[in-house]
């Protein structure tokens, strides 16, 4: 799940004022202890609906950085040293606490990105998911043997840590993606650096408090806020050995190829370009359905949203107007008002990034099908961007090539399959596309051929579960090993293989009854 805002590009610091000095200022998680950082400056986290100022997070610097992988390093010999077994006890812990305190860290969620309440729980759950699947690792760890690769000798081949792991996450999955890394990561041994987005560091707080109550070894799991500074002290860090990401393709790039250069592991998921094709026999009001989710959950505030839809032939007379008529349907809203499905985007920045965007599109030639750029009856104070839709889009235009990262979705009219494959494997990124469709040579002839690492077929957000990799395809993806499945554990650990024989071998016997009768 990728998110527009770039950690790297410096960010201004709030001025105390008397509206803020009262606020908390976070303190950073460190080797068990919340310490306050040495910060360059203050950011305000302030809920998107309607511009609360709900903390303030601390521009920490290398400084932090440093003694956080300290404290990782010195917890690591004794957490890995622990069983198996051990570790993944603590992830049984912290799965049943995200489930007595679902409501709670809904609620947290939602305050501090925005998004509605149905959503956010949906969002725990992945984070369940992810930890549930985790818990398996006394089964994905195992290592191979193989005896008698010669006379009297085996090989085997056996996991073990790679060492401190740092992630890097977004503002769109405040709890979800972090849980993608930090989960895995620490039950293969690991210790663990987590940096979370400035515009939404509550939700990880909590989640480390969590730790805390689950007695998590101190030093195991540590918190540092802050933006860019943090970002590169993290990717040059030499007591940090692998680091995740996700954010946009520019960034992940610089990621990518900054802790590479420093001989880190890295995954690094860019944005997307996600396509949403319908054909001709596609089932109408189950893929409206399915299209307007996609498009619009979460204020189409993430890298698996549906953000182009590519009608093939008739489709577009099927289909087009019940599309205009649902989203005009689509309430707009606090993400805690029961009645909205469509909270607000995350800053007045991204609202007017989205406005300038829409308005490029008409400019460029599209028709704006519907028109959600003042959307009524929202809180004041709020950055609020209604369902809206750009129809009659061409390949050249800015709607079709940008991640918008908003709630605009943008409609596309060809011809063909082929057409449609073209289109979408015209597109540098390739992280998600989806299909509609009865016709299983469609599904089958459309799947081999598009350049894109998850398909969905009848499904508006393709994203994979946890038991299998997401993986994202081209500029959504810059590394080898993606993100949860069986590829979790290859990335957090490294293989030794260990090839052994005795000279004893033969004389096994006379060994042991020698041994016996010195007892």
Known sequence: MTSQTNTLTPTNPTAATETTAAVRVLPNYIGGRWVPAEASGLIDVTNPANGEVLGRVPLSGATEVESAAAAANTALPDWRSRSVGERTEFLYALREAFRRRIDELAESITREGGKVLSDARAEITRSIEVLEVACASPMTMQGR???????????E???QPVGVCAAITPFNFPAMV???????AIVC?????????????LTSELICRMLEEIGLPHGVVNLVHGAHDVVNAILDS???SAVSFVGSVNTAKYIYRRAAEKGKRVQALGGAKN?????????VDKTVSNVLGSAFGNAGQR???GSVLVTVGSAQTAIMGKLKQEAEKVIVGDGRDPKASLGPVISHAACERIHDAIETGIKEGAELLVDGRRPKGVPSGGNFVGPTILNNVKAGMRAAREEIFGPVLSVMHVNSLDEAIALVNSDPRGNGTSIFTENGAAVR??????EVGMVGVNIGVAASPAYFPFSGWKDSFFGDLHVHGLDAVEFFTRKKTVTSRYFSSGTTGKFFTEQGDKH
Request: charged share 15%; glycine share 8%; net charge positive.
């Open 145 to 155: 043997v193989l005896e008698g690769v010669a006379r009297g000798i085996n090989t």
């Open 157 to 159: 081949t056996f996991r």
């Open 178 to 184: 972090p849980m993608w890394f930090l989960p895995f």
């Open 189 to 201: 041994g690991n210790t663990f650096v987590l940096k979370p987005s400035e515009q939404v560091p």
């Open 238 to 240: 030499p007591g940090i």
């Open 275 to 283: 396509y949403m094709v319908v054909m001709p026999d596609a089932i």
């Open 303 to 305: 890298c698996m949203a």
């Open 445 to 450: 002839e459309y799947s081999r051929r598009v």
